[in-house]
Protein backbone atom coordinates (compact mmCIF):
# COMPACT_ATOMS: atom_id res chain seq x y z
CA UNK A 1 0.00 0.00 0.00
CA UNK A 2 1.26 3.25 -1.17
CA UNK A 3 -0.69 5.93 0.91
CA UNK A 4 0.79 6.35 4.35
CA UNK A 5 -1.62 9.15 5.61
CA UNK A 6 -5.29 10.23 5.77
CA UNK A 7 -6.01 13.48 6.86
CA UNK A 8 -9.69 14.28 8.75
CA UNK A 9 -11.51 18.28 8.55
CA UNK A 10 -13.40 18.06 11.27
CA UNK A 11 -15.60 20.39 13.64
CA UNK A 12 -14.21 21.38 17.12
CA UNK A 13 -17.43 20.26 18.89
CA UNK A 14 -16.51 17.05 20.87
CA UNK A 15 -19.35 15.66 18.92
CA UNK A 16 -17.68 16.16 15.70
CA UNK A 17 -14.06 15.41 17.31
CA UNK A 18 -15.41 11.64 18.66
CA UNK A 19 -16.74 11.33 15.16
CA UNK A 20 -13.56 12.13 13.64
CA UNK A 21 -11.26 9.83 16.61
CA UNK A 22 -13.78 7.05 15.59
CA UNK A 23 -13.26 6.95 11.66
CA UNK A 24 -9.38 7.38 12.28
CA UNK A 25 -9.50 4.31 14.67
CA UNK A 26 -11.39 2.35 12.87
CA UNK A 27 -9.15 3.38 9.45
CA UNK A 28 -5.93 2.71 11.69
CA UNK A 29 -6.75 -0.83 13.16
CA UNK A 30 -8.10 -1.87 9.55
CA UNK A 31 -5.34 -0.53 7.85
CA UNK A 32 -1.90 -0.95 9.94
CA UNK A 33 1.16 1.26 8.94
CA UNK A 34 -2.26 3.68 7.84
CA UNK A 35 -1.57 7.24 10.36
CA UNK A 36 -4.70 9.07 10.39
CA UNK A 37 -4.68 12.37 11.31
CA UNK A 38 -7.45 15.00 12.30
CA UNK A 39 -7.07 18.52 11.36
CA UNK A 40 -10.25 20.61 13.51
CA UNK A 41 -11.65 23.77 12.46
CA UNK A 42 -14.49 26.29 13.15
CA UNK A 43 -17.15 26.18 10.42
CA UNK A 44 -19.34 29.39 9.79
CA UNK A 45 -22.13 27.54 11.68
CA UNK A 46 -19.87 27.25 15.01
CA UNK A 47 -19.30 30.88 15.10
CA UNK A 48 -22.68 32.47 14.36
CA UNK A 49 -24.27 30.15 17.93
CA UNK A 50 -27.21 33.32 19.24
CA UNK A 51 -29.31 33.50 15.73
CA UNK A 52 -31.83 30.82 15.11
CA UNK A 53 -30.62 28.55 12.87
CA UNK A 54 -33.75 28.78 10.58
CA UNK A 55 -32.47 32.67 10.14
CA UNK A 56 -29.06 32.08 9.63
CA UNK A 57 -30.06 30.26 6.32
CA UNK A 58 -27.89 29.00 3.89
CA UNK A 59 -27.29 25.32 3.11
CA UNK A 60 -24.09 23.29 4.75
CA UNK A 61 -23.41 26.03 6.91
CA UNK A 62 -21.40 23.71 9.20
CA UNK A 63 -19.64 21.75 6.42
CA UNK A 64 -17.99 24.48 3.68
CA UNK A 65 -15.05 25.58 5.34
CA UNK A 66 -14.32 21.50 5.74
CA UNK A 67 -14.99 20.70 1.85
CA UNK A 68 -12.61 23.61 1.07
CA UNK A 69 -10.43 22.26 3.15
CA UNK A 70 -10.59 18.96 0.67
CA UNK A 71 -10.87 20.64 -2.57
CA UNK A 72 -7.88 22.72 -1.96
CA UNK A 73 -5.62 19.42 -0.78
CA UNK A 74 -5.01 20.48 2.93
CA UNK A 75 -7.60 17.46 3.95
CA UNK A 76 -8.53 14.28 2.63
CA UNK A 77 -11.88 13.68 4.30
CA UNK A 78 -14.39 15.08 6.02
CA UNK A 79 -16.82 13.13 8.84
CA UNK A 80 -20.37 14.49 9.53
CA UNK A 81 -23.46 13.50 11.34
CA UNK A 82 -25.25 12.50 7.92
CA UNK A 83 -28.08 14.52 9.89
CA UNK A 84 -26.39 18.15 8.87
CA UNK A 85 -25.19 16.73 5.30
CA UNK A 86 -26.35 19.10 2.79
CA UNK A 87 -27.97 17.35 -0.42
CA UNK A 88 -25.40 18.84 -3.20
CA UNK A 89 -21.69 18.43 -3.04
CA UNK A 90 -19.47 20.82 -4.49
CA UNK A 91 -17.46 19.08 -8.26
CA UNK A 92 -15.36 16.41 -7.62
CA UNK A 93 -16.57 15.60 -3.83
CA UNK A 94 -19.19 12.98 -2.63
CA UNK A 95 -20.85 10.93 -0.09
CA UNK A 96 -18.82 8.33 -0.20
CA UNK A 97 -19.09 5.96 2.59
CA UNK A 98 -22.14 5.36 5.39
CA UNK A 99 -21.18 3.81 8.84
CA UNK A 100 -23.93 2.27 10.90
CA UNK A 101 -26.10 3.69 12.56
CA UNK A 102 -26.34 4.19 16.21
CA UNK A 103 -29.53 5.01 18.05
CA UNK A 104 -31.60 6.95 15.88
CA UNK A 105 -34.11 7.93 18.41
CA UNK A 106 -34.68 11.73 20.60
CA UNK A 107 -33.71 11.45 23.63
CA UNK A 108 -36.07 13.49 26.65
CA UNK A 109 -33.86 14.97 28.84
CA UNK A 110 -34.86 16.11 32.10
CA UNK A 111 -33.85 17.09 35.94
CA UNK A 112 -37.19 16.75 37.16
CA UNK A 113 -39.74 14.56 35.24
CA UNK A 114 -39.62 11.56 33.37
CA UNK A 115 -41.32 11.40 30.37
CA UNK A 116 -42.84 14.09 27.95
CA UNK A 117 -46.51 13.25 29.25
CA UNK A 118 -45.10 13.97 32.88
CA UNK A 119 -44.43 17.37 32.11
CA UNK A 120 -46.67 19.64 33.95
CA UNK A 121 -49.04 22.63 32.04
CA UNK A 122 -46.88 25.18 30.02
CA UNK A 123 -43.88 23.65 31.10
CA UNK A 124 -40.98 24.67 29.00
CA UNK A 125 -38.96 22.72 26.59
CA UNK A 126 -36.07 23.57 24.88
CA UNK A 127 -34.93 22.93 21.34
CA UNK A 128 -34.72 24.56 17.86
CA UNK A 129 -35.63 21.76 15.77
CA UNK A 130 -38.90 22.76 13.51
CA UNK A 131 -39.20 18.99 13.41
CA UNK A 132 -39.07 18.44 17.29
CA UNK A 133 -41.02 21.74 17.65
CA UNK A 134 -43.84 20.40 15.43
CA UNK A 135 -44.28 16.97 16.66
CA UNK A 136 -43.93 18.52 20.35
CA UNK A 137 -46.73 21.15 20.05
CA UNK A 138 -49.09 18.07 18.41
CA UNK A 139 -48.63 16.32 21.18
CA UNK A 140 -48.90 18.93 23.84
CA UNK A 141 -49.83 22.28 22.40
CA UNK A 142 -49.68 23.60 25.94
CA UNK A 143 -45.83 23.35 26.06
CA UNK A 144 -43.61 26.36 25.74
CA UNK A 145 -40.86 26.07 23.32
CA UNK A 146 -38.05 27.94 23.57
CA UNK A 147 -34.90 27.78 21.17
CA UNK A 148 -31.79 25.83 22.13
CA UNK A 149 -28.64 26.14 20.42
CA UNK A 150 -25.12 25.55 21.20
CA UNK A 151 -23.33 22.02 21.27
CA UNK A 152 -24.03 19.06 23.20
CA UNK A 153 -22.20 20.07 26.26
CA UNK A 154 -23.88 23.59 26.16
CA UNK A 155 -27.29 22.68 25.76
CA UNK A 156 -26.68 20.11 28.71
CA UNK A 157 -25.72 23.11 31.05
CA UNK A 158 -28.46 25.40 30.07
CA UNK A 159 -30.71 22.56 31.33
CA UNK A 160 -28.95 22.45 34.35
CA UNK A 161 -28.71 26.19 34.53
CA UNK A 162 -33.10 25.69 34.95
CA UNK A 163 -33.71 27.88 31.82
CA UNK A 164 -35.94 24.56 30.81
CA UNK A 165 -38.00 21.76 32.12
CA UNK A 166 -36.91 19.75 29.89
CA UNK A 167 -34.76 19.80 26.52
CA UNK A 168 -34.82 17.50 23.48
CA UNK A 169 -31.98 16.19 21.73
CA UNK A 170 -30.38 12.80 19.67
CA UNK A 171 -29.77 9.89 21.75
CA UNK A 172 -26.82 9.36 19.33
CA UNK A 173 -24.63 12.19 20.15
CA UNK A 174 -25.33 11.89 24.08
CA UNK A 175 -24.53 8.32 23.84
CA UNK A 176 -21.17 9.07 21.79
CA UNK A 177 -20.09 11.82 24.70
CA UNK A 178 -20.76 8.80 27.43
CA UNK A 179 -23.47 11.27 28.54
CA UNK A 180 -26.51 8.34 28.73
CA UNK A 181 -26.99 8.53 32.01
CA UNK A 182 -28.84 12.10 30.96
CA UNK A 183 -31.04 10.51 28.92
CA UNK A 184 -34.46 10.40 30.94
CA UNK A 185 -36.43 8.82 28.48
CA UNK A 186 -36.59 7.99 24.52
CA UNK A 187 -39.01 9.40 22.63
CA UNK A 188 -40.10 6.64 20.35
CA UNK A 189 -40.19 7.11 16.49
CA UNK A 190 -44.37 7.22 16.82
CA UNK A 191 -44.15 10.35 19.14
CA UNK A 192 -41.03 11.86 17.56
CA UNK A 193 -40.34 10.59 13.74
CA UNK A 194 -36.30 11.45 14.04
CA UNK A 195 -34.67 13.41 10.97
CA UNK A 196 -33.58 11.88 8.04
CA UNK A 197 -29.50 10.19 8.98
CA UNK A 198 -30.13 10.80 12.42
CA UNK A 199 -27.77 8.55 14.25
CA UNK A 200 -25.62 7.92 11.50
CA UNK A 201 -22.33 9.23 10.32
CA UNK A 202 -20.93 9.76 6.63
CA UNK A 203 -17.58 10.50 5.12
CA UNK A 204 -17.29 13.06 2.17
CA UNK A 205 -14.18 12.14 0.12
CA UNK A 206 -12.58 13.81 -2.53
CA UNK A 207 -14.31 10.78 -5.61
CA UNK A 208 -11.19 10.59 -8.40
CA UNK A 209 -9.24 8.88 -5.24
CA UNK A 210 -9.47 5.46 -5.97
CA UNK A 211 -7.08 4.61 -3.74
CA UNK A 212 -8.55 6.44 -0.70
CA UNK A 213 -11.86 5.23 -1.67
CA UNK A 214 -11.06 1.76 -1.19
CA UNK A 215 -9.25 2.30 2.03
CA UNK A 216 -12.52 4.16 3.15
CA UNK A 217 -14.28 1.08 2.17
CA UNK A 218 -14.13 -1.19 5.47
CA UNK A 219 -17.05 1.47 6.99
CA UNK A 220 -19.67 1.18 4.65
CA UNK A 221 -22.76 -0.13 6.57
CA UNK A 222 -24.67 -1.25 3.62
CA UNK A 223 -28.01 -1.88 5.78
CA UNK A 224 -27.84 1.99 6.89
CA UNK A 225 -26.93 3.47 3.68
CA UNK A 226 -30.25 1.91 2.45
CA UNK A 227 -32.02 3.60 4.71
CA UNK A 228 -30.32 6.94 5.16
CA UNK A 229 -30.41 6.77 1.21
CA UNK A 230 -34.11 6.12 1.31
CA UNK A 231 -34.47 8.87 4.16
CA UNK A 232 -32.06 11.51 1.87
CA UNK A 233 -34.00 11.01 -0.83
CA UNK A 234 -37.12 12.16 0.71
CA UNK A 235 -35.91 15.28 1.85
CA UNK A 236 -34.21 15.91 -1.04
CA UNK A 237 -37.32 15.37 -3.35
CA UNK A 238 -39.25 18.42 -1.00
CA UNK A 239 -36.05 20.43 -1.27
CA UNK A 240 -35.72 20.65 2.79
CA UNK A 241 -32.43 22.12 3.84
CA UNK A 242 -31.33 20.53 7.11
CA UNK A 243 -33.33 23.09 9.34
CA UNK A 244 -37.28 22.23 8.48
CA UNK A 245 -40.11 20.41 10.03
CA UNK A 246 -39.14 17.42 8.07
CA UNK A 247 -39.22 13.49 9.83
CA UNK A 248 -37.78 10.74 7.50
CA UNK A 249 -37.21 7.64 8.83
CA UNK A 250 -36.70 4.06 7.23
CA UNK A 251 -36.27 0.60 8.83
CA UNK A 252 -35.38 -2.79 7.03
CA UNK A 253 -37.59 -5.70 7.13
CA UNK A 254 -35.43 -8.22 5.76
CA UNK A 255 -35.10 -6.70 2.17
CA UNK A 256 -37.95 -4.70 2.52
CA UNK A 257 -37.68 -1.37 3.25
CA UNK A 258 -40.08 0.42 5.40
CA UNK A 259 -40.31 4.36 5.09
CA UNK A 260 -42.09 7.07 6.96
CA UNK A 261 -42.80 10.56 6.41
CA UNK A 262 -43.69 13.65 8.04
CA UNK A 263 -44.16 17.79 6.99
CA UNK A 264 -45.53 19.98 9.69
CA UNK A 265 -46.32 22.97 10.72
CA UNK A 266 -44.27 24.57 13.41
CA UNK A 267 -46.77 25.61 15.52
CA UNK A 268 -48.12 21.97 15.53
CA UNK A 269 -51.59 22.61 13.55
CA UNK A 270 -50.63 20.66 11.02
CA UNK A 271 -48.97 17.31 10.12
CA UNK A 272 -48.87 16.16 6.96
CA UNK A 273 -47.70 12.28 7.56
CA UNK A 274 -47.31 8.94 4.94
CA UNK A 275 -45.49 5.68 4.70
CA UNK A 276 -44.35 3.64 2.13
CA UNK A 277 -42.85 -0.27 1.93
CA UNK A 278 -40.60 -1.62 -1.10
CA UNK A 279 -37.25 -3.19 -1.76
CA UNK A 280 -34.32 -1.80 -0.25
CA UNK A 281 -32.91 -1.77 -3.71
CA UNK A 282 -35.11 0.62 -4.30
CA UNK A 283 -34.24 2.83 -1.61
CA UNK A 284 -33.93 6.19 -3.64
CA UNK A 285 -37.21 5.42 -5.63
CA UNK A 286 -39.04 5.22 -2.07
CA UNK A 287 -37.86 8.06 -0.70
CA UNK A 288 -39.16 9.89 -4.03
CA UNK A 289 -42.49 8.22 -3.65
CA UNK A 290 -43.09 9.68 -0.14
CA UNK A 291 -41.95 12.92 -1.04
CA UNK A 292 -44.89 13.04 -3.68
CA UNK A 293 -47.41 11.75 -1.95
CA UNK A 294 -46.53 14.35 0.77
CA UNK A 295 -46.59 17.23 -1.79
CA UNK A 296 -49.87 15.91 -3.20
CA UNK A 297 -51.38 16.63 0.26
CA UNK A 298 -49.88 20.27 0.29
CA UNK A 299 -46.42 19.75 1.87
CA UNK A 300 -45.19 22.00 -0.81
CA UNK A 301 -46.96 24.79 0.53
CA UNK A 302 -46.42 24.11 4.47
CA UNK A 303 -42.67 24.64 3.40
CA UNK A 304 -42.78 27.58 1.44
CA UNK A 305 -44.17 29.42 4.37
CA UNK A 306 -41.38 28.10 7.10
CA UNK A 307 -38.77 29.37 4.30
CA UNK A 308 -40.84 32.72 3.65
CA UNK A 309 -40.57 33.03 7.11
CA UNK A 310 -36.63 32.50 7.69
N1 LIG B 1 -28.15 19.20 14.71
C1 LIG B 1 -26.92 18.93 15.39
C2 LIG B 1 -26.67 17.46 15.48
N2 LIG B 1 -26.20 16.78 14.44
C3 LIG B 1 -26.12 15.46 14.80
C4 LIG B 1 -26.53 15.35 16.10
C5 LIG B 1 -26.61 14.12 16.90
C6 LIG B 1 -25.93 12.90 16.37
C7 LIG B 1 -26.55 12.28 15.17
O1 LIG B 1 -27.72 12.49 14.83
O2 LIG B 1 -25.82 11.50 14.53
C8 LIG B 1 -26.85 16.63 16.57
C9 LIG B 1 -27.30 17.01 17.92
C10 LIG B 1 -28.76 16.81 18.18
O3 LIG B 1 -29.61 16.85 17.27
O4 LIG B 1 -29.12 16.65 19.35
Redesign the pocket.
Given at each position: MARKEIRIATRKSP?AMWQAEFVKAELEKAHPGLEVILLPMSTKGDIILDTPLAKVGGKGLFVKELEVAMLEGRADIAVH????VPVDFPEGLGLTTICER?DPRDAFVSNNYKTLDELPQGAIVGTS?LRRQCQLRELRPDLKIHDLRGN?NT?LRKLDDGEYDAII??A??LK?LEFDHRITSFIESEQSLP?N?????GIEARLDDAELLELLSVLEHQETRARVIAERAMNTHLEGG?QVPIGAYAELEGDQLWLRGLVGKPDGSVLLRNEVRGNKADAEKLGIELAEMLLSAGAGEILKEVYGEA
Amino acid sequence: MARKEIRIATRKSPLAMWQAEFVKAELEKAHPGLEVILLPMSTKGDIILDTPLAKVGGKGLFVKELEVAMLEGRADIAVHSMKDVPVDFPEGLGLTTICEREDPRDAFVSNNYKTLDELPQGAIVGTSSLRRQCQLRELRPDLKIHDLRGNVNTRLRKLDDGEYDAIILAAAGLKRLEFDHRITSFIESEQSLPANGQGAVGIEARLDDAELLELLSVLEHQETRARVIAERAMNTHLEGGCQVPIGAYAELEGDQLWLRGLVGKPDGSVLLRNEVRGNKADAEKLGIELAEMLLSAGAGEILKEVYGEA
